[in-house]
């Protein structure tokens, strides 16, 4: 297998973020699972899944509690979460292209040929995260792809 070098990927904590949502989302509602399950689950480091862990409950995607009866557990909120919802909470905004930064004008906008295409190229990525559910995602059998059509949603760039 070759080695990717590509930029345009997401980073670990992103893809460690969706395995702990989704594995959260298969569990029996209101049941908690610690820290090292979770770990252990999601073939991610202690140390590192804490961190993605704590951004997931900023987002209020996730609860965690201490003590006895302890342990991490989803929300509601984080069950009807999309993909694009948990990358963000953890990376921020994806963004192809600095020219595509929302609340930026760039200059070359309207005389850059390749402008459109990271323009589409951004909306289908977004369209396609968006579309995909955590809760779909943790209904999918293991390998398996999901059961449901994903209608794409227009996205502002």
Same mark, same amino acid.
């Given at each position: 297998?070759?080695?990717c070098?590509?930029?345009m ?11 702990v ?17 979770l ?14 862990l704590?951004?997931? $409950?900023?987002? /209020?995607? @996730?609860?965690?509690?201490? +003590? ?6 989803? #929300?509601?909120? %984080? *069950?009807?979460? $999309?993909?694009? /919802?948990? @990358?963000?909470?953890?990376? +921020? ?6 020219c #595509?930064?929302? %609340? *930026?004008?760039?200059?070359r906008?309207t005389?850059?040929?390749a402008?459109?295409?990271w ?9 396609v ?22 209608v ?6």
């Open positions: 297998m070759k080695h070098n590509s930029s990927q997401l980073t670990r904590a992103a893809d460690y973020g969706v395995r949502m989704i594995h959260l989302a298969k569990l029996p509602e209101h049941e908690r699972a610690l820290l090292p399950a770990a252990k689950a999601t073939e991610a480091p202690v140390s590192f899944l804490s961190k993605v704590q951004a997931l $409950s900023r987002a /209020q995607l @996730i609860v965690s509690r201490r +003590g006895k009866s302890g342990g991490f557990s989803i #929300l509601p909120r %984080g *069950r009807e979460a $999309s993909m694009y /919802q948990v @990358i963000e909470a953890i990376d +921020g905004p994806i963004c192809l292209n600095v #595509l930064v929302s %609340g *930026r004008s760039c200059a906008r005389s850059c040929p402008h459109p295409i323009a589409q190229a951004q909306r289908a990525i977004l369209d995260l968006v579309n995909a559910s955590i809760a779909d995602l943790a209904a999918t059998p293991e390998g398996g792809a999901l059961s449901r059509t994903m794409p949603v227009a996205i502002q760039s």
